[in-house]
């Protein structure tokens, strides 16, 4: 008997990349990683070609324009990526009957919360690329019923750009370096995100069918200064962290002042329990031969 087929976009991406490793253990899945080599995700032909010639049974979305600040000024270019393509994809999967996993953000909210963010909670983003994100998961949630979307926040891997890369290279570099102390969250290391993603796949091909909206990071609660601090202890640098307001930091688009996420409804409906980031952290900077013993 084959196995059901899963169809993964953003195979060259900091989870895309993490999901193609830990695949080869999801013995009960046969899986298609593309890139945007392989797929424009938003070519509509393209598109609708994939789901004819391949017919999944499921969609894992890890494709996205993810560059925050520069999505002020391409907005064109977010939204299509972002929204448009998400909700076309939402629409092939109804067409073919596939269920799908789409991944957006904590930048969804607006900050102001002072206590864990419910996936039921209120949006309002700060910024362009958290509307173009907001956009896309309302649209695939129109367009296919059939539909997981899964916000995360902060996520690192040791691939592509993120802050736990740029700590190191910073680090490395400089003997000072200033980092914004009034923003909360929770990081992600890629690699659960990846795991959890895996098995919620196991839990939809096993009969459940509890879509719509959930959270996953990493437990605790952080600032980026705390998250620098942490990394530069494991590979026990001589450069110097200097707290800083984001008043001090300007940036093109805003965050959210405080954006952890409440993962229980996740935990509830696919037993899945995220490790403590800091677990997560070593776990990353081994990988990346970067801890001291
Ligand atoms: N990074 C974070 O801190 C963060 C936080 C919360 C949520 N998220 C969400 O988590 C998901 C995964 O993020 P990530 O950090 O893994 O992103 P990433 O490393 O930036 O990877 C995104 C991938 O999307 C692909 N892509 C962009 N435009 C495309 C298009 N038109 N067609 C096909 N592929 C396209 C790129 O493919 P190529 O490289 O092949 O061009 C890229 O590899 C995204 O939905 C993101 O919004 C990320």
């Avoid at 013995?27 to 797929?39: A, H, V």
């Avoid at 949006?123 to 690329?129: G, L």
Wanted: hydrophobic residues 40%.
């Amino acid at each position: 008997m084959s196995k059901p087929l899963v169809i993964v976009t953003g195979k060259n991406g900091q989870l895309g990349q993490e999901l193609k490793l830990q695949s080869e253990a999801a013995e009960i899945f046969d899986f298609l990683f593309t890139g945007s080599g392989q797929l424009d995700i938003t070519d509509n032909n393209a598109l609708a070609d994939l789901f004819d010639k391949h017919r999944p049974r499921y969609f894992v979305n890890c494709a996205a324009y993810t560059a925050v600040d520069k999505a002020e000024t391409e907005q064109d270019k977010a939204y299509l990526v972002n929204a448009e393509a998400v909700g076309r994809i939402a629409a092939q999967c109804r067409l073919h009957n596939c269920t799908l996993i789409t991944i957006s953000t904590d930048y969804v909210f607006n900050g102001k919360g002072t206590a864990p963010y419910r996936p039921a909670d209120a949006t309002e983003p700060v910024n362009y690329y958290g509307y173009t994100k907001l956009m896309g998961e309302k649209l695939a949630l129109e367009n296919n019923p059939a539909t997981i979307v899964i916000r995360s926040s902060w996520v690192y891997s040791p691939f592509g750009h993120n802050f736990v890369k740029t700590m190191l290279r910073l680090m490395s570099d400089q003997k000072e370096i200033a980092v914004v102390d009034d923003q909360r969250g929770s990081p992600t290391y890629a690699y659960d995100l990846a795991q959890a993603i895996l098995a919620i796949l196991a839990s939809l091909d096993d009969g459940n069918t509890a879509y719509g909206i959930y959270h996953y990071s990493n437990t605790g609660m952080i600032s980026w200064f705390d998250f620098a601090n942490a990394v530069a202890g494991l590979i026990k640098t001589s450069c110097v962290l200097k707290p800083i307001a984001t008043a001090a930091y300007p940036t093109p688009a805003r965050r959210p002042a405080y954006s952890v996420l409440d993962c229980s409804s996740t935990e509830k409906t696919f037993g899945i329990s995220a490790p403590h980031w800091k677990e997560s952290l070593v776990a990353c900077l081994q990988r990346l031969g970067k801890t001291m013993p």
